[in-house]
């Protein structure tokens, strides 16, 4: 069996393997070795030396390096990150997240789950994103580390709100800001949309190829894209209310009292009269129907990291790219609840 290299060269161990005939059951037994991997070809800090490879390279690239086969390699792989995975043991976590993912084309959805506070996805899976997929992930933790859940992050998703009220109703229920951002950054572009086709001529060619640069904060763009945001404010009234208005609103996550933030939320769709901005309007009517989950986060025990879900999600797209997609959903699964435990 193959075992670490020592420098450039390969090193195999030979040795003899009991074979013993069962006299209760009849059958030959082979001898279990502790230091082999389950391919019997190889031990198992070799397996280990390959998985950690695994974790900043693709299968075919670790093949390629040693000589193996690809098949062997994700093999390998797989038992490498259950061995991280029962070191870690079944968590009981106090905040979650929860998210979506698409796994292929078609709406072919499957649930996330992550630990907020220890910061790192701990349930993966379900067949879409209904109420039963759901209720798999409280019927996998158990009753009772279910009762010792406080806050739930989650987006605006009613099946996911659903299950966690009837499965852990103590629950507080806190709507991400990022996805409530987006809804808004949608309306914006709305707007960019619906002042595009009013306009014509020279008007018209000030928003056209203008989209993500309304659409990205202002911090976050480079002198050029600064200075054509400035142009496109400059030449349209409506798009600067409502690019000032988009930037205005999270403030609204900067607030320790639920009283404070809902007068400044009333300010802010107060502000929306006469601005014929549709859009923003029903954006203002779905906030104030979901203000349960948002003041929630008023509270200093619900202060929690909300940027890890959305960047767990990132993690997981690159790890679908750098595959080039993923047909084996359990070496996905494998993928996304080790992608942040440390390396063994």
Known sequence: MRDLACGDTNVYLELEVRRVN?????????????????????TKRFAHYVGRRCRSASVKDVAQELALDW????????????????????????????DEISIRKGHDYRIVVSDLIRKRPI??????????????????????????????????WKPFRNVTVARAPQAAI????????RHLGDALDEVR??????????????????????????????????????????????????YLLRESFGQL???????????????WRASLKWQRLKPYEKFAKMIDQHWDGIAAYCRPENKVSLGFVEGLNNKIRVIQRRAYGLRDEEYLR?????CMLPAL
């Open 174 to 181: 806190l709507f991400d800001k990022f996805h409530i951002m």
């Open 123 to 156: 349930w993966f899976g379900g067949e879409d994103r209904s109420e039963a997929s759901m209720g798999q992930f409280y019927d996998w933790l158990g009753e009772k580390k279910s009762r010792g859940i406080r806050l739930a992050v989650m987006d605006m």
């Open 193 to 242: 949309k619906a002042e595009y086709r009013r306009l014509s001529g020279r008007d018209r060619s000030y928003i056209k190829g203008q989209k993500y640069t309304l659409l990205s904060r202002r911090k976050n763009l480079t002198l050029q894209g600064r200075q054509a945001l400035k142009k496109v404010l400059a030449a349209n009234k409506r798009l600067n209310t409502a």
């Open 253 to 267: 996550w900067g607030y320790k009292r639920e009283g404070w933030a809902r007068r400044f939320f009333e300010n």
């Open 71 to 98: 098949h062997t390699v994700k093999t390998l792989e797989k038992q490498y990150m259950r061995a991280q995975l029962a070191r870690v043991g079944t968590p009981g976590p106090k905040a979650i997240g929860i």
């Open 334 to 338: 494998l993928k996304i609840l080790t």
């Open 22 to 42: 069962c006299r209760r059951c009849g059958r030959v037994k082979r001898e279990q070795l502790a230091f082999l991997a389950d391919n019997p070809f190889y």
